[in-house]
């Protein structure tokens, strides 16, 4: 049975906002299959829950000092097994959007998110998304934040 398209969403947003590692893993094991696989902008795709956790980790990182905090667009849809969300991610302090995609997930039979492809519709303006992958989206170094405000 598929899930309530919002519900889902807000689940799965606030998993990427989410400050404690141990709710966050928790929060990977209850929402992601196993064997789950994640693909997003310019990456090689993610697969199980360690790897999945380990970026989601390296995102709250990265953003977060930043000010930055995910909210959901609440405009979900779903039929069958597959959702689709939109996503915000915001300056928390003035709620100021500065990037914003969505995500389409195919559930498993449980319930849990099989495979989740990520599209970007408005990038960041304080990252520079060239700077550490190379022409097939492989990472050649780290990327580097660049700070636009203070948090």
Known sequence: MLPKPNEFA?????????????ERRRGVEELYAPDACYVFYRRDPVVGREAILAQMTYTKELYAPMGYAFRSAHNAVGHHNIIRLNWVMVIAATGEMEMAGQDIVVLDAYGRIQADYQFHDRLPTSFVYNDGFDETGRITHPARPLPTHSA
């Open 10 to 22: 807000d689940r799965y947003v606030k998993l990427w906002n989410e400050e404690d590692p141990d």
